[in-house]
């Protein structure tokens, strides 16, 4: 109401205006029938039509449904008024609105209610088997005492239930006579030495549930809730899981401690010092991709970050070293929102160790905090070989870390799978001729090129491990043979194989290399000129310097922390990759999971936050299938068939791939952006 009809209004009330005034007046009045039409621009009066010779038709919608009406999501797409459809006139919105959830039919009184007006508890409740049998046997004994000879049934009373998250504490009635029995508890406490309530085992088992798979406090009321069972408060479950996550951590602290004890005692197992340096592998993973920031923030776009330091002694190649580093802290975010002064980090309660100016991509500062960590206690254990990607930094914290304490020097070790994509990136962006390919368009040729770029880097390896395989070789003798056979490689791919015989590994007379790679029209088809050979040798060249084999010569690799990345999807939600508070939790869990293996993981955890395991039980059976699949799946996937088998599978992917492009020059049907270049698609509507 605007300033006019306020003075208008309170006028009309003292009496002081009539007739046409008056009901102007009070025309916006709440609940006058006679208003006029809501009108709040003339975005909502466009799709009136007011030629139509019809008379118009009042609605009345609530105020979701006028939002939806109202609202054109598309600007400047409103087609314009049908002739002989009748107006629509939408008159004040009503303020509530009817979801479907209210208009379910209540429970039936007459099917659930008792003699004493009582309701039966409906739906599904979590108990505990042995309480409720117990329970119940004392409910009946009461009843019995209570009424001799009553056929009446006994049932849950609702209004006398009392919830606990999702564990129950019920009082059972007779549906005939007016027998309430005693409330009994249907769960188990958790005993702790710590003032404050004991929690119940059931809430303590949702937890450890979240912190094992990918579902959060959202997820899990959705869960609860399909199932019929009442769900805890989000803020029940948050709080529940502030107190339960560090227990996580402490565990898996405890458990790479002793991951740490057997590598050495291994050590001592094959005749070596238990002080001797070991071969490890580090890698560092983001929250969020470093890239697509472009004008969100002037900083690294990732909050959080994940360093891993996995050993390379046992063939498990278990999980040594964890650190995790945040930028997060919800509670210093809320103190700064009421006007308290506070730095993060540094207040109490405070989940974050960096400072938001912190560059969070520096490794060198992972390195220093997993190197410090293998030198607590009294059995330190020193990483002599740090196997790397190229572009980290982590080796440097490993060694001036490594070297104070105990004199020992890290030498930083490659990756070869990170120097393949290198390799393969360097290959796919060179300038090289057009006249190479056979192809005719210049799409095709830049296909063709992706191809060959992934064919020759996988010849380079081959040719690699075959050399090493043959005898054992020093850096330098590696460099020689390598550099005598970049010429043979290159004339390989026109179909030379002169040289092949003397020089080649993987392509000899009577097996000759069959380009797995290339089509057909590609294999051993290609015109590499003088420059073009020059580009590729000095490509080559770069992969196999003496350096590079020298960093390569125990063919290490980050492949272990790669995959325990991946694995960090299993306790984080998709949807929501950051906690600001418990992140660090669900990653310990993680990795606490991948060195044990799922069923082994969950008894240790079970056991370590106090809930009762039974080797009797119905669950340590499905924990021992749990454990023996995943240990089947992991020999299995090491297997030689297995690996056939995939190599198998990616061959016929390639040669349903070249199908589609076998006549020399058939172009793709997909092209990026190619509505902005196909000019026979309208991209604007002539006005």
Known sequence: MSRVDQIAYRECEMGKRTGARARKATMFKRGNQFGTADYKGGD?????????????????????EHHKTVTIPVRGGHAPPSQGVPNTMLLRPKEEHQRYIDSLPQHSIKQGETRSGHLEVEDYRLVHMPTLSRAFHAAVTGHNEFS???????????????????????????????????????????LQDKPGRNPVDANVGLQLALHNTAISSTGARRFLSCLGVPSPARSSLQKAANSFGPKMEVENERDMGEKRAQVKDILELRGLNRDTPIHAEFDRQYNNPLRGARGHTPFAPASQSRDLLIENVTPEKYVIGLHHSN????????QRRRGNRVECPGHAGCSANLRKEDNISDEERGGVACAAKLLEGGDPLTVGFLTTDADGKGHRGFEGVTEAATGVSTENLLDEAHLNRSLRRALTNAKLTGAMFPARTRREKT?????????????????????????QRTPTEMETVMMQLIGCIVRCYCGDHSGCQSKSYVCKRGRLYRFPYLGKHEQGLLSISVDDAKTVKDILTSRLSHKILH????????????????????????????????????????VHLVNNGPGESIARKMGAVGLAVTGNSGCTSTLK??????EYSRSRKKGRKYKTRRAQLRSGRYKLHDMQHAPPGTTSTYSKDQLLHDHSYPLHHSQ
């Not at 209004?159 to 029995?181: K, P, Y």
């Not at 299938?625 to 995943?630: D, G, I, L, Y």
């Open 551 to 590: 960093a390569t010569r125990f063919q290490t690799s980050t492949q272990k922390a790669e995959a325990v990345n991946s694995s960090f999807k299993l306790t984080n939600p998709k949807h929501c990759s950051t906690f600001s508070r418990n992140g660090r939790f669900r990653d310990h869990s993680a």
């Open 327 to 334: 930028k997060l802290c919800s509670l210093g975010h809320a």
């Open 148 to 190: 001799k000879g009553c056929d009446g049934v006994l049932v849950a009373l609702s209004e006398f239930e009392i919830r606990r998250g999702i564990g129950v504490s019920e009082v059972f009635g007779c549906t005939l006579c007016d027998f309430v029995g005693e409330r009994s508890p249907l769960f188990q406490e958790i």
């Open 44 to 64: 909502e009066t466009d799709h009136i039509n007011f030629e139509s010779d019809s008379l118009p038709i009042y609605k009345r919608l609530s105020l979701k």
């Open 447 to 471: 296909r063709q090129q992706k191809r060959f770029a992934e064919d020759l880097t996988y010849r380079v390896q081959a040719e690699l491990n075959a050399c090493r395989g043959d005898q």
């Open 625 to 630: 299938s749990m454990q023996r699949e995943c």
